[in-house]
């Protein structure tokens, strides 16, 4: 499968601990993005990468998120100190560095559980 | 900052009818996206539009992107259980360049 990979699908835990959540884009897509989702809504803009630089990151995300992308392939979402409105579905998208095309290939998503 | 509003929220149809759903930015946009989320899945990317005015036909699915590149519109002819789930569209543009803004999606359900 050369889609875009999440992992862990599913993850549950305790407010107050760190989680951290990986995306392995299709290879060669130099643009990565990563979306929070609830139900009922539409994906939520985090953060964007293009190949490791991260040249843009939502305003409405407090300094408890933080996301890397080393190498400009993988990338990690981190969440410090969960709380309970962090529970939601964390998507990743990729996209290809063909010029004009900025359609975005999503993964299956991580659903994180803060109890 | 740039939103992307679309209307309806929910949408029910009998099969074989059609069902419209349009969205609407704020600012400008280079160019829009429409995505479909099937129940429990991830989003799956339909079509991109960029030339104002453009119309694009995808069997059933014809897209529209308005002249003034503000809104568009995604029109599915006679529905199939097979269209069911919710379709957004996602604008790119406004104040930043690369960030793509999601609509709150329009979601159908489909009567058989």
């Known amino acids: 499968d050369t889609g875009v990979s999440q992992d862990p699908r599913h993850k549950i835990t305790k407010r107050g601990q760190n989680v951290t959540f990986r995306c392995d884009p299709i290879?060669?897509?130099?643009?990565l993005y990563w979306y929070r989702q609830t139900l009922g809504q539409g994906p939520e803009f985090l953060t964007y990468?293009?190949?490791?630089?991260?040249?843009?990151k939502s305003r409405l995300l407090s300094d408890r998120f933080s996301a890397e992308r080393p190498k400009g392939s993988f990338s990690t979402l981190e969440i410090q100190r969960t709380e309970q409105g962090d529970s939601a579905m964390y998507l990743c998208?990729?996209?290809?560095?063909?010029?004009?095309?900025?359609?975005?290939?999503f993964g299956p998503g991580t659903r994180l559980t803060v109890t | 900052g740039q939103q992307v509003m679309q209307i309806p929220q929910y949408q029910h149809v009998q099969e074989g009818e059609d069902f419209t759903t349009y969205c609407n930015s704020s600012?400008?946009?280079?160019?829009i996206q429409w995505y479909k989320q099937r129940p429990g899945g991830h989003p799956v990317f339909l079509i991109q539009?960029?030339?104002?005015?453009e119309v694009k036909k995808q069997k059933r699915l014809t897209f529209q992107f308005g002249e003034a590149k503000k809104n568009s519109s995604l029109h599915i002819t006679a529905t199939q259980t097979t269209d069911v789930g919710t379709y957004f569209c996602?604008?790119?543009?406004?104040?930043?360049?690369?960030?793509?803004?999601f609509g709150p999606g329009t979601s159908l359900s489909v009567i058989p």
């Open positions: 998208a990729s996209s290809p560095r063909v010029a004009g095309a900025w359609e975005q290939y």
């Open positions: 290879s060669e897509h130099n643009r």
């Open positions: 990468f293009q190949n490791e630089a991260q040249l843009e």
């Open positions: 600012t400008t946009l280079s160019n």
């Open positions: 539009l960029v030339k104002s005015g």
């Open positions: 996602a604008g790119r543009g406004g104040t930043s360049y690369d960030k793509v803004i």
